[in-house]
């Protein structure tokens, strides 16, 4: 259940509280956000493109656009923080991306978990609770944006860019698979010319990929097609040349994909005179903006959520 949330077109932040078993199933997530996860108390689970991490108390979760994960909690109850916002959010003064570097600079999956003892709590939990304090959508954007500005100065000073220092737990041959599809979304990703290519079977690929992320394999590939079409959507680049660079094929099967995901057509995602998707001057308050009440809305954001759940 949401004790208190806020959501604008590009910033949504929610602070959850799980009691029962219907408050807790699990979620499955791939989007072109963001995303920070803040315990507050209990625990959760998280698997992130193949890597499982368990988040307690005081730790920090984050996760980049286009990496797949699912989350749920560990043990009921379960608080936390959730906070979603575009990969583009701060390019109206960050001229030298250097903001979102703990998110940009990770490799799918690898160090994804902050630990609690390395950030300053007291200065990120009374941010959260100046959240709570607010009572309207303006005021409560400001207390959103202004604890999300915290909290990633916080983490870039003790973010640990050493890639030694973060285990992967993930066998070699998944960590080739994710790597290769990862590298090639362009290309015919045809599940037998990749098993042959690693030198497994058809059906040992899609168990270790099933066992080990949670879906399919051409559901991964779908979604990763679908999050880079939305960036070069975003920037401009023609419709049908978005297709071929995500490896559709044709602009058809692109055409009615990403419409069946996202709910809208792929021109909807275009700049034009009144969207600014990569947030080039940063955008204003409008009636867009809401403050989600915990009981009318709760089944409707879960189920935008959902949507990006393939049939």
């Given at each position: 259940?949401?004790?208190?949330?806020?959501?604008?077109?590009?910033?949504?932040?929610?602070?959850?509280?799980?009691?029962?078993?219907?408050?807790?199933?699990?979620?499955?997530?791939?989007?072109?956000?963001?995303?920070?996860?803040?315990?507050?108390?209990?625990?959760?689970?998280?698997?992130?493109?193949?890597?499982?991490?368990?988040?307690?108390?005081?730790?920090?979760?984050?996760?980049?656009?286009?990496?797949?994960?699912?989350?749920?909690?560990?043990?009921?109850?379960?608080?936390?923080?959730?906070?979603?916002?575009?990969?583009y959010?701060?390019?109206?003064?960050?001229?030298?991306?250097?903001?979102?570097?703990?998110?940009?600079e990770?490799?799918?999956?690898?160090?994804?978990?902050?630990?609690?003892?390395?950030?300053?709590r007291?200065?990120?939990?009374?941010?959260f609770a100046?959240?709570?304090?607010?009572?309207?959508?303006?005021?409560?954007?400001?207390?959103?944006?202004?604890t999300?500005?915290?909290?990633?100065?916080?983490?870039?000073?003790?973010?640990?860019?050493?890639?030694?220092?973060?285990?992967?737990?993930?066998?070699?041959?998944?960590?080739?698979?994710?790597?290769?599809?990862?590298?090639?979304?362009?290309?015919?990703?045809?599940?037998?010319?990749?098993?042959?290519?690693?030198?497994?079977?058809?059906?040992?690929?899609?168990?270790?990929f099933?066992?080990?992320?949670?879906?399919?394999?051409?559901?991964?590939?779908?979604?990763?097609?679908?999050i880079?079409?939305?960036?070069?959507?975003?920037?401009?680049?023609?419709?049908?040349?978005?297709?071929?660079?995500?490896?559709?094929?044709?602009?058809?099967?692109?055409?009615?994909?990403?419409?069946?995901?996202?709910?809208?057509?792929?021109?909807?995602?275009q700049?034009?005179?009144?969207?600014?998707?990569?947030?080039?001057?940063?955008?204003?308050?409008?009636?867009?903006?809401?403050?989600?009440?915990?009981?009318?809305?709760?089944?409707?954001?879960?189920?935008?959520?959902?949507?990006?759940?393939?049939?």
């Open positions: 259940m949401f004790q208190c949330a806020y959501r604008d077109p590009y910033l949504l932040y929610t602070d959850n509280l799980l009691e029962t078993p219907d408050d807790s199933s699990s979620l499955i997530h791939i989007n072109e956000a963001h995303e920070i996860i803040y315990c507050v108390s209990g625990s959760l689970t998280a698997n992130i493109e193949g890597v499982r991490y368990t988040v307690m108390p005081g730790d920090l979760l984050l996760i980049r656009d286009a990496e797949m994960h699912i989350t749920a909690p560990e043990t009921l109850p379960t608080q936390f923080h959730h906070i979603k916002f575009s990969p959010y701060f390019n109206f003064f960050d001229t030298e991306n250097r903001i979102c570097r703990p998110f940009s990770h490799p799918f999956g690898i160090g994804n978990l902050v630990p609690g003892s390395r950030l300053n007291p200065l990120i939990e009374n941010c100046n959240i709570r304090g607010t009572r309207d959508a303006y005021m409560r954007r400001v207390a959103v944006f202004g999300l500005m915290m909290i990633l100065s916080d983490v870039n000073q003790c973010y640990d860019y050493d890639r030694s220092h973060h285990v992967d737990t993930r066998s070699a041959v998944l960590q080739e698979i994710i790597t290769y599809i990862n590298s090639h979304l362009d290309e015919d990703l045809n599940p037998d010319k990749i098993a042959s290519r690693l030198y497994i079977s058809r059906s040992q690929l899609d168990r270790i099933k066992q080990n992320i949670g879906f399919t394999l051409w559901k991964y590939i779908t979604f990763k097609r679908l880079r079409a939305r960036h070069l959507l975003h920037a401009g680049i023609a419709n049908n040349e978005v297709a071929r660079l995500c490896g559709f094929g044709d602009y058809s099967t692109f055409y009615k994909v990403y419409t069946k995901v996202w709910g809208r057509p792929p021109r909807a995602a700049p034009n005179e009144t969207t600014d998707p990569l947030l080039k001057q940063f955008y204003k308050f409008d009636d867009t903006a809401s403050i989600i009440d915990a009981t009318d809305e709760l089944e409707g954001l879960f189920q935008r959520m959902k949507r990006l759940q393939l049939e």
